[in-house]
């Protein structure tokens, strides 16, 4: 148990989004005994455990939020564990990749709904949980043919009752938008961030660096784990961000090269009308 | 007079923050009626003038805060209406070429305060003016060897007393470390807004964007003409600042396209104690 489901947990107990609200029993899994500590302390969850297919045998949902390579490991242990009408859902990054490892697992996916709350930051940890994280954040869930409407709309009525808004789409649609959205970017901050903090004059570097560049690489401080995971699990399509930005980049760089005032001006009115219009 | 004259003049004229104190006369240079109308209005200004040598030969300091390919033109019609105690500073963003300019016009340049505050944003115009713009911020002086003492210090004064924390260095070392610190970071928000803007999803690509991708492409929105001048004037650094930045992210993009786990961890971890550590 860390910020994504701490927050759902704070969320849902704090019980103000909806009516009939959440009346059910939290129990919070987790590895260190000092986060389960914290986690009651705080009024997260109604009980820790250290056994996620125990806790599993009880529950009627299953939220799994962990780094996407211990998705597999965590499925399994609680495989076992789960009766006919568990319904399973997470919170990672890539959706393709959880899909494969609940088919690893399931026989059939008819209880599995895949989601992601675009939400979270460079603070992880249980500590930071936060009731208010999901207010008015989009959750994405990428429910299988397979899936059961019935169990897709239990995991929809839970992130409502946080203030967040569902959206379904395609798992493999998920991946390609999210790898231009927040992988390409991600990868951006932490280049950028490993460029200058290896030149020469990295001190005044950052010394001399203003708001817009604070803003800017702040999430270069997510999670180093989270973010190997997601890489590796989202491979594909994050080489194709990568090469898609690759080529803009390119086109930029000899624009300055050759000093062609007129294609920068292009590329740069065209990105502040793009970034004024959405964002 | 735009965001950076105005917010000085609003700072000076709110009189805050020194003892003695700012009790001169500030005439605002404007092309537009308009403009000068609002600065009145604002009482930023005692005074509008659309003829800037007729101001600067009543001037004890002259502010050019124009986009950098402008610079020598505004110089040009300043020079022959100054006399040799007048103040020459500016606000560009290349220090280097600001000084090359000056000295195409000034037979001279004992008088002449290259300047760089580091504030601003994406919004300009006299209109967004903030007489707390500066405060806390680094205001970079580059003077020349040939620039008196007394000079440096009056412009140094000027900022102290809207707030801002001046610092002295060589103009060169001053283009390389921004081109790293600000220049790069705008080149990489262009260029992604840019990618993403034009790509089959961009409708949804911006839709899905969550907080950390507002943060990290703000400065996408930045003024086109202001930053086609930067690129232009700081050509050399900027292109190495771009390649170094090339050089690690191709470095991620093998690590990913080769599944290196280990390799990604390092750069992850590197950057985000870079982050936390300075920024």
Same mark, same amino acid.
């Given at each position: 148990m860390g910020l994504i489901g701490g927050s759902l947990a704070a969320a849902l107990r704090r019980?103000?989004?909806?009516?009939?609200?959440f009346d059910g029993h939290i129990t919070g899994v987790v590895r260190s005994k000092s986060t389960g500590e914290r986690a009651l302390d705080m009024g997260l969850v109604d009980q820790i455990s250290d056994d996620p297919a125990a806790a599993a045998a009880k529950a009627d949902i299953i939220l799994l939020a962990v780094p996407m390579l211990s998705m597999r490991a965590q499925l399994s242990l609680i495989a076992p564990a789960v009766n006919s009408k568990t319904i399973i859902t997470d919170a990672g990054s890539v959706k393709g990749r959880f899909i494969d490892d609940a088919r690893s697992v399931f026989?059939?996916?008819?209880r599995v709904v895949p989601g992601h709350p675009i939400a979270g930051g460079e603070h992880s940890g249980v500590? /930071?949980?936060?009731?208010?994280?999901?207010?008015n954040r989009r959750v994405l869930l990428t429910p299988?043919?397979?899936?059961e409407e019935e169990a897709t709309e239990a995991v929809e009525h839970l992130w409502k009752l946080a203030g967040a808004v569902t959206e379904r789409l395609g798992a493999e649609h998920h991946d390609r938008v999210l790898a231009s959205t927040s992988h390409l970017p991600h990868a951006l901050a932490f280049a950028l961030v490993d460029t200058l903090a290896t030149q020469q004059e990295a001190e005044e570097i950052f010394r001399y660096a203003a708001g817009g560049f604070k803003d800017f690489t702040?999430? /270069?401080?997510?999670d180093a784990i989270m973010w190997r995971d997601i890489c590796l699990s989202n491979r594909d399509a994050m080489l194709d961000a990568m090469d898609a930005f690759g080529a803009h980049f390119e086109q930029l760089r000899k624009a300055i090269d050759q000093g062609d005032a007129r294609q920068m001006e292009d590329i740069f009115r065209r990105a502040k009308q793009a970034r004024d219009e959405h964002a």
């Amino acid at each position: 148990m860390g910020l994504i489901g701490g927050s759902l947990a704070a969320a849902l107990r704090r019980n103000t989004s909806g009516d009939p609200g959440f009346d059910g029993h939290i129990t919070g899994v987790v590895r260190s005994k000092s986060t389960g500590e914290r986690a009651l302390d705080m009024g997260l969850v109604d009980q820790i455990s250290d056994d996620p297919a125990a806790a599993a045998a009880k529950a009627d949902i299953i939220l799994l939020a962990v780094p996407m390579l211990s998705m597999r490991a965590q499925l399994s242990l609680i495989a076992p564990a789960v009766n006919s009408k568990t319904i399973i859902t997470d919170a990672g990054s890539v959706k393709g990749r959880f899909i494969d490892d609940a088919r690893s697992v399931f026989p059939r996916l008819n209880r599995v709904v895949p989601g992601h709350p675009i939400a979270g930051g460079e603070h992880s940890g249980v500590q /930071a949980s936060n009731p208010e994280l999901y207010v008015n954040r989009r959750v994405l869930l990428t429910p299988l043919e397979e899936t059961e409407e019935e169990a897709t709309e239990a995991v929809e009525h839970l992130w409502k009752l946080a203030g967040a808004v569902t959206e379904r789409l395609g798992a493999e649609h998920h991946d390609r938008v999210l790898a231009s959205t927040s992988h390409l970017p991600h990868a951006l901050a932490f280049a950028l961030v490993d460029t200058l903090a290896t030149q020469q004059e990295a001190e005044e570097i950052f010394r001399y660096a203003a708001g817009g560049f604070k803003d800017f690489t702040r999430i /270069a401080s997510s999670d180093a784990i989270m973010w190997r995971d997601i890489c590796l699990s989202n491979r594909d399509a994050m080489l194709d961000a990568m090469d898609a930005f690759g080529a803009h980049f390119e086109q930029l760089r000899k624009a300055i090269d050759q000093g062609d005032a007129r294609q920068m001006e292009d590329i740069f009115r065209r990105a502040k009308q793009a970034r004024d219009e959405h964002a």
